[in-house]
């Protein structure tokens, strides 16, 4: 869908390289810029390391690339950048503010020379442009923590880096709007997202909880603040989780389990009637649930038509996924995967060379 489209990626970590990672699915063809002197920090961020010494958490987003070892304390790695850029269709750069101008390669700076550029850049906050942004901190300061974990427990962080995830998934999203923008006028632009604005905007209904009901939200385990069923439960064997979000699903999760008397009670037909029998409710599937293994319930209630699963350990969720420990999980979007993760600088003779034309090998 992207064939034909250069993307020169002068970003390192993980928003960033996972929004080019994304363009690369589609087609694009993506150049990933990195200092020689040990490359984009995350190839050591490990163990584990596969058997080429290539950390795990590196090769999770830099498929479908090719891999520039370039210094930008080099003249002529400086004009090298410059001319890639002058034929590339998007840029996309996480650099502190400043870092990329003092050397001639900032967005002005490289807009001028190629007029049809899309530049994406990414920051860690929009309201303290020059502090450093890490996935940890946005967590702790857009609110996220504040409503993750146990309610008698401590605020807790996600366990995925989920704020550089989503960051990264708005930055694609932002560059693939401004080139249907430069389709019409010819121009490229100027895009910029930042962990904060998409964690922040990732709140969503909590958020309007918090502006409708003017209270802060609290933490609510695996429950929701807003339906009931819908958490965490122990069958016999293994956890499993119920998600009631309509009445009539309501009314089959009851008469599955065979819970007649709730099944019957008028006051509970409702979403609100359930959210003020919260604890009866609750207690009454608790007790049912371990009378049976999980796959028994599962089966039961995906029958009836009531959202249910069990909790599924990393390894069985990857089980029948087509992952691969080179080239990471399958593409989340309609892509393909055709190169490896690169080694540091493993291109860096063909495109000093070829320039973009490098990509045809």
Not at 264 to 275: M, Q, W
Request: charged share 25%; hydrophobic share 40%.
């Amino acid at each position: 869908m992207l064939s034909g489209m250069k993307i020169l990626d002068l970003s390192r970590v993980l928003a960033g390289p996972l929004c080019t990672m994304i363009l690369g699915d589609l087609g694009a063809s993506v150049l990933k810029v990195e200092r020689p002197d040990g490359g984009d920090e995350t190839r050591g961020w490990g163990p584990p390391f596969d058997d080429r010494g290539e950390s795990a958490y590196y090769l999770s987003v830099n498929r479908n690339k090719l891999s520039l070892a370039a210094d930008f304390a080099d003249r002529s790695d400086v004009e090298l950048i410059r001319r890639l850029a002058e034929e590339a269709d998007v840029v996309v750069e996480n650099f502190r503010i400043g870092t990329l101008s003092r050397r001639g390669l900032g967005a002005t700076d490289l807009m001028a020379r190629n007029p049809r550029l899309v530049w994406c850049t990414i920051s860690g906050f929009d309201t303290a442009p020059t502090r450093p942004g890490y996935d940890f901190v946005v967590q702790a300061e857009s609110g996220w923590m504040s409503i993750t974990g146990e309610p008698d427990g401590a605020p807790m962080k996600h366990g995925v880096a989920l704020v550089d995830v989503i960051t990264g998934k708005d930055a694609a999203i932002s560059i693939l709007a401004a080139l249907v923008a430069r389709g019409m006028t010819g121009l490229g632009r100027l895009v910029q997202v930042s962990l904060e604005s998409s964690a922040r905007a990732a709140l969503v209904n909590v958020a309007q909880n918090t502006l409708v009901s003017g209270a802060p939200p609290k933490r609510w385990g695996n429950a929701h603040a807003n339906l009931v069923p819908y958490q965490l439960f122990d069958a016999s064997d293994r956890p499993m989780v119920i998600s009631v979000g309509t009445d009539g699903q309501w009314l089959a999760c009851a008469r599955t389990l065979g819970l007649d008397a709730l099944a019957s009670d008028d006051a509970l037909r409702t979403n609100a009637g359930r959210i003020a029998a919260r604890d009866r409710i609750v207690t009454a599937i608790t007790r049912r649930l371990k009378e049976r293994p999980a796959a028994e319930w599962v089966e039961m209630l995906d029958a009836a038509g009531v959202p249910c699963g069990v909790v599924r350990t990393v390894p069985e969720a990857l089980a029948q996924s087509g992952a691969s420990a080179l080239s990471g999980l399958p593409p989340s979007v309609e892509g393909s995967t055709r190169r490896a993760p690169p080694r540091l600088g493993e291109h860096s003779q063909a495109v000093r060379e070829r320039g973009w034309d490098a990509f045809r090998d």
